[in-house]
């Protein structure tokens, strides 16, 4: 395994490297907006560098379905052995978030992809926590993290890691979560069911990854079995019209990932994804990287992908800007404070990041 190397070093991804430079007014309006990052996975933040073998090039591999994507994530968490390597990836995250607007960042991680910290789930907290609060003080950016099960896991593995949470309580780890590809599972609301009650009742958040690869029942039963405050993902409730009503009338907010969905064969590309449907029909939405070191993405880009294939303007950009703020898990304080900067910032009609004119996508719709 080649040393760490400083963020500024991270080589980054073919779609990183591919992506055109936007440096101009819109790009920094989006950049600015004030903002939440609540579906991030810390398992796609190991630098792709760092994973011996492959082409060598320090390249992410190209994934085409899940259940390939979730089998490197497995060979690359297992490269990291070190409390270091993980405050340097936790802190990473925070230096990202900032350069995105994101001003808090919810971070999932699953215990099941990091063999070598089987025995030490304590130590790899502290990690992440020592990494994450020097992130704070160095770019003001909190942040909160979300213990996640594997669908596919045995039961056991999910009892213990719930006991473990529930014992533990480390202050930093404030939501249950559960990911993993939901079609090799098949349906498991039912053995999750009683591992989120014993979440909720204990204070915990909740949120849970559904309708990736599960279609519209998988999220049928995260809001109503496992009683999710947040589903990741959740695209695929568009195939059923009385759930996207129910997820609107509920409100209930989808964490979505535009470029993750496209890259793993979810949606065919991105005029095809459904977010803009589910954001018309009255679902609140927000706009996420999941994995941003291996699919090259960042928030802000996601924003402006969204605005680009979809003709999203400032309203409603400022709209997911909100929703994320008012879904991610900060402290109600926390969240004030975000939505006092997202009212200012969008009172602002002119911002100082349009001083070359207005964004491009503006009054395209
Ligand atoms: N773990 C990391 N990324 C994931 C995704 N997109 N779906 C399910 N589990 C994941
Ligand atoms: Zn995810």
């Not at 379905?65 to 405050?87: K, P, Y």
């Not at 599972?185 to 915990?204: D, H, M, N, S, V």
């Not at 909740?206 to 405050?229: F, K």
């Not at 018309?280 to 924003?303: C, I, K, M």
Request: hydrophobic share 40%.
């Amino acid at each position: 395994m080649r040393t760490p190397e400083p963020v500024s070093g991270d080589p980054g991804t073919d779609a990183q490297r591919a992506a055109p430079a936007d440096t101009g007014a819109a790009a920094r309006w989006t950049a600015g907006l004030p903002k939440a990052e609540v579906h991030l996975h810390l398992e796609g933040c190991v630098p792709p560098s760092w994973v011996g073998g492959g082409s060598g090039t320090g390249a992410a591999p190209a994934f085409t379905t899940l259940g390939e994507f979730l089998g490197h994530l497995d060979r690359s968490c297992a490269q990291v052995t070190r409390g270091e390597q993980l405050q340097h990836i936790a802190q990473a995250i925070t230096a990202r978030a900032r350069e995105s607007g994101a001003e808090h960042v919810d971070v999932i991680f699953n215990p099941s992809h990091w063999p070598a910290w089987k025995r030490d789930l304590g130590g790899f907290v502290r990690a992440l926590d020592a990494g994450l609060a020097a992130g704070e003080e160095e770019h003001g950016v909190t942040s909160a993290l979300c213990l996640s099960l594997l669908r596919t896991q045995p039961p056991e593995d999910s009892v213990g890691l719930v006991d473990w949470l529930l014992e533990k309580r480390p202050p930093r780890v404030v939501a249950l979560s559960v990911d993993g590809n939901e079609a090799a599972a098949g349906p498991t609301g039912e053995r999750f069911r009683p591992l989120f009650a014993r979440a909720r009742a204990a204070g915990l958040r909740t949120c849970a990854h559904a309708g990736e690869s599960s279609g519209p029942d998988g999220v049928r039963d995260a809001v109503e079995l496992l009683a999710a405050e947040r589903i990741d993902h959740g695209i695929r409730a568009v195939e059923d019209a009385a759930l996207v009503a129910d997820l609107a009338a509920r409100g209930t907010p989808l964490d979505v990932c535009p470029t993750s969905n496209v890259r793993l064969g979810v949606v065919p590309s991105m005029a095809a994804h459904p977010v803009e449907r589910l954001r018309a029909a009255g679902v609140r939405v927000s706009v996420n990287t999941d994995d941003p070191q291996l699919f090259g993405t960042t928030v802000a880009g996601e924003y402006g992908a969204c605005a680009a294939a979809f003709g999203w303007d400032r309203r409603i950009l400022g709209e997911i800007a909100r929703t994320s703020i008012e879904s991610c898990f900060a402290p109600p304080d926390r969240r004030r404070e975000l939505l006092g900067a997202l009212d200012r910032y969008l009172a602002d009609p002119g911002g100082t990041a349009l001083e070359d004119g207005p964004p491009a996508q503006e009054g395209s719709r």
